[in-house]
């Protein structure tokens, strides 16, 4: 409905500042933060920072990594509050993506793995969105990519809400095998 009122809304003149992209980019933020606390709700924290405390540990590092590098595209593009608003979508985007990989790691079984696909493909998605709009000019292929992507994580996340959550099932189980 913003894309809809912003394209047949008033034009924005150039300095004013642009409600349209904040209010979208809040709501995305939003609720990507809700798929975040639904998957954090379902899990033991107590048992998952025992078990895979050092894998955390490196998501935490490689997601800062990351939101800096794909921030720093956009540095000069951006104003300050834009940039700092991209940066924190970049954010929850890439704790979206840690905290799915979290609860495949804990649950192993098909919803947390449908979960996890559907927050790579938004992951790529966004990622190739932001070449789409920043990096490279007059790219029509990208357009339909990114659009194709989260298309597809929509589909994902909706076939995992109509599994049911199981307990944490284990990797592998010894067999006894007769000879």
């Given at each position: ?50 078990e ?6 490196i998501?935490?590092v ?26 924190g ?28 696909v ?28 990114y ?11 909706y ?21």
């Amino acid at each position: 409905m913003l894309s809809v009122y912003a394209y047949y809304g008033p034009q924005i003149e150039y300095g004013e500042p642009d409600y349209y992209y904040y209010g979208a980019n809040l709501l995305y933020i939003v609720s990507y933060m809700f798929l975040i606390f639904k998957i954090l709700r379902g899990l033991d924290l107590k048992a998952v920072f025992s078990e895979l405390s050092i894998p955390i540990l490196i998501l935490v590092v490689l997601d800062v990594f990351c939101v800096s590098i794909v921030s720093a595209t956009t540095e000069n593009v951006f104003s300050f509050y834009e940039y700092a608003l991209e940066y924190g979508y970049n954010a929850v985007i890439m704790i979206l993506l840690s905290v799915t990989l979290i609860n495949y790691m804990y649950r192993n079984d098909n919803k947390s793995m449908l979960f996890l696909v559907g927050a790579i493909c938004i992951v790529f998605s966004e990622i190739i969105q932001l070449s789409y709009y920043y990096i490279l000019e007059n790219n029509n292929d990208l357009g339909f990519i990114y659009s194709f992507f989260l298309v597809v994580a929509f589909v994902f996340l909706y076939l995992q809400s109509q599994l049911e959550f199981t307990g944490p099932e284990p990797e592998y189980t010894d067999e006894q095998l007769e000879v």
